[in-house]
C-alpha cells in the first residue's frame, strides 16, 4: 500500500502556490512582527539559501557503539541523544503513514507549508485570542529539529527553538526551499529520525527499540499509531506510565486519523483501537558505567579508550569537541582487546579485589602498540559505599579506599601519575648507551656503594653485598646492581636516558618529576636510573614492546578499528597533509635495531633465560620466570624504597607485559618483600597462557659490533 492517502494520492493542485502566497500574507497579519522585520531582504534570503544547503547535508546525532574484538557484541553505546539512523527502505509503513496521519494529514499535498492549515491555525488562533492551534507542517518540524541538532552555539539552540513569530516565518521560507531539494520520502525519512518520541528515544530506531525492543521495520499498526502519537507531547501522552488513559486516547485518534486517510480499513481500525498497548521495555546502556556485569572488568578498558578518544585530534581540537564527537558522530569502535589474553591476565593476578594493594597488569602488542589486556584487582563500579576508608593518614575521615569498587585508570591511560617503578628505569639509559655505540661488554667494577662525581656526590648502594664486583650490561641488569647503573648512567649523560624514555611514551605528571625532566635539571637527575619518577603498566608495558620491536616504537592503541556512520573507516589528515585511519598503528623507529636486540639479549638474564651473546653472571632477580613462560623472555624487576611497590616488566618477540603491585591511595604503605613475587607471576603466567599452543619464536641475536 502506498504510504500517501488513497483519498489524495497524485492528484494536482494547480492553485498551490497562489494558495502558499495567501497563507504567508495570513502568517503576517497573524504574527505582526513580521511588518518590522521584513522578509524580502536580500540579505535574508542568501542566508536562507545558505541555510538551505546546510539541512540538506544536515544529520542528527546518532549513537556511538563499542563492540568487543569480534566485531558484533556490544559493549557499551555513548550517547547524549539515543538514536541509530534508519533508511526509509528498513521502516515499517505503517510508521510512515502512522506520523502523516498524527502530524500532517495533507503532507504529501503541500509543499512544506500548508495554506489550509496556515488559515485554520489563523482562525482558531484568532477565536481563542493565544495560541490553541499550530500550523506546522511535517517538513517544518523537520527543519526546526535540524536547525536544533546542527546548532554550534547556546544562540543558535535558541534561535532555532524559541516560540518566535519570525521563527515561524523563517521555518516557513526554509521549508518551501527544502522541498525542492529533498524529496517527501528523504523528508520523511529524516523527520522520523530526528523526532523525540520520550525515554531518552530519538528517531524511530530508539523509540522501537525502547518501547518495543523491535526494529521499525516490525512495527504493527497499533505499535506505529502509539510511537506516532508520541510526537505531539512525549510525556503527555508516555504509555510508560502506570495509567495509558491518555496515551491509549491518542494512539486510537491516530488510528482513526489512518482510516480517515485510506491507510487502514475501518475494521483494522476498530481491532486495533480494543488492543491494550503492550509494551517490551528496554534500557539502552550508556557510557563505561553500564557495561554488562558479565564484562565487569572491560569497564576499566572502556574507561581507557574514552581517556584515548579525548587526547586524539583527530576528533577535534580540545577535549570537550572530542568527547562530543564520541557521544554524537554515530562511530562504531572495535576493541583490540584480546579476549584469550584478557582471561589470562584477570586469572593471573596475586592480590584479590579486598586489598588496599592494587595488583595489575597490561599487555602490549610489539610492533602495533595494541593494548591486548588490562586487569587490575578490582570491581568496575561507581558506587564505593562499602569501601573502606582510605589508608592514607591525610585523607579525610570521609574518604574512601579505592578497593574493592573503583573506577579509577590504575593501569593508566588517565590523568593519575602511576606508580614509582623501581629498577624497570635501568632500560632506558642502557638502552641509550647502546644506542649511542657502547657495546654489552662495557664493564666496570661496581661497588657496594658508589659515590658520583657528576651528580653532585650522591652515593647510592646496591641491595646486597653480592652484587658487587665486576659488571657487564648482561651480568648488571641480571643482578640489578645500581652502582653499575649509575656509573653507566654518568657516562652517557642523564638527560641520554630521560629522553629515550619520553620517546618511549613515557610522560611526567608530578610536579617533582616535570622539576627533574627539565632542562635546568635533567642533567643532575642521576636517581632516574633507579626508578623514582612514577610510571603507569601502560607506558611500561609499551615501552618495553617497542625493544620486542627491534626499537621500532607504537603508540598505544585501544582499538583495532574505528567506523563512521556510513562504514567508512574514520581517518585524519597528518601535518604533512596525509590521510590515514585513526585505527592504524602509529610507529617510529626510536633506536637501532641492533641496540634494540642487545639490550633484549641483556634483559634475557633477569628472567633466568639465556643471552645469546653474553654470560648472566651466575644468578638473577627473577630466574623463574624462564621456566614458567616456557620459552625465550626477557624482562626487568623493579621494587623501590622498603619495597613500597614492586614491578616486573617481560616480554617475548610477540607480546610485552607490565605489571605492579602498590596502595594508590598512600605509596608509604609498603607492600613489602613477601608480595613482591606478585609480579613476576603475573606477567610470567600471563605469557605462558597467551601464547600457549603458538610456534616458539626466537629473539634476534645482537652483532658482533654491539657485543664487544
Known amino acids: 500500500m502506498s504510504n500517501r492517502p488513497l483519498a489524495t494520492a497524485g492528484r494536482a493542485i494547480p492553485l498551490l502556490r497562489a494558495g502558499l502566497i495567501a497563507g504567508i500574507v495570513i502568517a503576517a497579519v497573524a504574527y505582526p512582527v513580521v511588518a518590522f522585520t521584513g522578509l524580502g531582504a536580500k540579505a535574508t534570503a542568501h542566508a536562507t539559501e545558505h541555510k538551505t544547503r546546510l539541512l540538506t547535508k544536515a544529520l542528527p546525532a546518532e549513537t556511538s557503539y563499542l563492540y568487543l574484538p569480534d566485531g558484533k557484541t556490544v559493549l557499551t553505546m555513548f550517547y547524549e541523544e539515543y538514536r541509530q539512523y534508519t533508511k526509509l527502505s528498513d ?61 554550534t552555539t547556546p544562540k543558535e539552540v535558541q534561535e532555532a527553538t524559541q516560540q518566535t513569530s519570525l521563527r515561524k516565518i523563517k521555518e516557513m521560507r526554509l521549508a518551501l526551499d527544502l522541498e525542492k531539494e529533498l524529496s517527501k520520502e528523504e523528508i520523511i525519512e529524516r523527520y522520523l529520525n ?26 504493527t499498526p497499533v505499535e506505529a499509531a502509539t510511537l506516532a502519537g508520541l510526537v505531539k507531547s512525549p510525556s503527555q501522552y508516555d504509555p510508560a506510565t502506570s495509567d495509558q488513559k491518555d496515551a491509549t486516547a491518542r494512539r486510537n485518534y491516530v488510528l482513526d486519523r489512518m482510516t480517515q486517510l485510506g491507510y487502514l480499513s475501518p475494521d483494522a481500525a476498530a481491532s486495533a483501537k480494543a488492543e491494550p498497548i503492550r509494551l517490551k521495555l528496554t534500557d539502552p546502556p550508556n557510557d563505561c558505567a553500564a557495561v554488562p556485569k558479565k564484562y565487569n572488568s572491560w569497564g576499566f578498558i572502556c574507561d581507557y579508550l574514552k581517556n584515548w578518544w579525548s587526547a586524539q585530534p583527530a576528533f577535534g581540537a580540545n577535549r570537550l569537541e572530542r568527547m562530543d564527537k564520541l557521544r554524537r558522530g554515530g562511530y562504531r569502535i572495535v576493541l583490540g582487546i584480546d579476549p584469550k589474553i584478557q582471561e589470562a591476565a584477570e586469572k593471573n593476578l596475586g592480590a584479590g579485589t579486598g586489598s588496599p594493594f592494587a595488583n595489575g597488569i597490561v599487555v602490549s602488542e610489539p610492533g602495533t602498540g595494541r593494548v591486548k589486556a588490562m586487569a587490575v584487582n578490582r570491581t568496575y563500579s561507581l558506587d564505593l559505599n562499602e569501601n573502606p576508608q582510605s589508608s592514607n593518614p591525610e585523607a579525610g575521615p570521609n574518604v574512601k579506599a579505592n578497593y574493592p569498587n573503583t573506577v579509577a585508570p590504575l593501569l593508566g591511560g588517565g590523568d593519575l601519575p602511576g606508580y614509582q617503578a623501581g629498577s624497570t628505569f635501568k632500560m632506558f639509559p642502557m638502552l641509550a648507551a647502546l644506542n649511542a655505540g657502547m657495546p654489552l661488554s662495557t664493564s666496570f667494577n661496581a661497588p657496594y656503594r658508589y659515590q658520583s662525581k657528576v651528580f653532585d656526590g650522591w652515593a647510592p648502594s646496591n641491595a646486597s653485598g653480592a652484587m658487587s664486583g665486576l659488571q657487564t650490561m648482561w651480568s648488571g641488569f641480571g643482578k640489578s646492581v645500581n ?10 649523560g642523564a638527560e641520554a636516558g630521560v629522553r629515550l624514555a619520553e620517546q618511549l611514551g613515557l610522560r611526567w605528571r608530578t610536579d617533582v618529576d616535570r622539576d627533574q625532566a627539565s632542562p635546568e635539571k635533567v642533567k643532575k637527575w642521576g636517581a632516574f636510573t633507579l626508578g623514582v619518577s612514577d610510571a603507569t603498566p601502560l607506558e611500561m608495558a609499551n615501552a618495553y614492546a617497542a625493544i620486542a620491536a627491534d626499537g621500532r616504537y607504537c603508540e598505544a592503541m585501544p582499538v583495532q578499528a574505528i567506523y563512521n556512520r556510513d562504514g567508512t573507516p574514520t581517518t585524519y589528515t597528518t601535518a604533512s597533509g596525509i590521510t590515514r585511519e585513526v585505527a592504524k598503528p602509529r610507529c617510529r623507529q626510536v633506536v637501532s635495531a641492533d641496540a634494540a636486540r642487545a639490550a633484549t639479549d641483556a634483559a634475557r638474564c633477569p628472567t633466568g633465560d639465556t643471552p645469546a651473546r653474553g654470560s648472566c653472571g651466575g644468578w638473577s632477580t627473577a630466574d623463574s620466570v624462564r621456566g614458567t613462560v616456557g620459552r625465550p623472555v626477557a624482562g626487568k624487576t ?33 607492600v613489602g618483600d613477601g608480595q613482591s613475587q606478585i609480579p613476576i607471576s603475573a606477567v610470567a603466567e600471563t605469557l605462558r597462557d597467551a601464547l600457549k599452543g603458538k610456534p616458539t619464536r626466537q629473539f634476534t641475536p645482537p652483532s658482533d659490533a654491539i657485543v664487544g
Open 91 to 151: 521502516m515499517s509503513p505503517h510508521i510512515q503513514q502512522a506520523i502523516v496521519a498524527a502530524e500532517d494529514s495533507r503532507f504529501y499535498q503541500h509543499h512544506g507549508v500548508d495554506p489550509k492549515g496556515v488559515v485554520r491555525a489563523f482562525v482558531a488562533n484568532a477565536r481563542s485570542s493565544g495560541v490553541s492551534q499550530g500550523a506546522s507542517t511535517l517538513t517544518m518540524q523537520y527543519v526546526r529539529m535540524a536547525l536544533r541538532d546542527s546548532a
Open 194 to 219: 530526528s523526532a523525540y518520541f520520550g525515554h531518552r528515544a530519538y528517531g524511530i530506531y530508539a523509540a522501537s527499540e525502547i518501547f518495543f525492543s523491535k526494529t521499525p521495520k516490525d512495527l
Open 483 to 492: 652502582t653499575y647503573f649509575v656509573w653507566l648512567e654518568e657516562q652517557i
Open 638 to 670: 623493579g621494587t623501590t624504597d622498603s619495597t613500597r611497590s614492586a614491578w616486573f616488566v617481560g616480554y617475548t618477540p610477540e607480546l610485552a607485559a607490565a605489571s605492579f603491585i602498590s596502595d594508590p591511595d598512600n605509596p608509604f604503605n609498603a
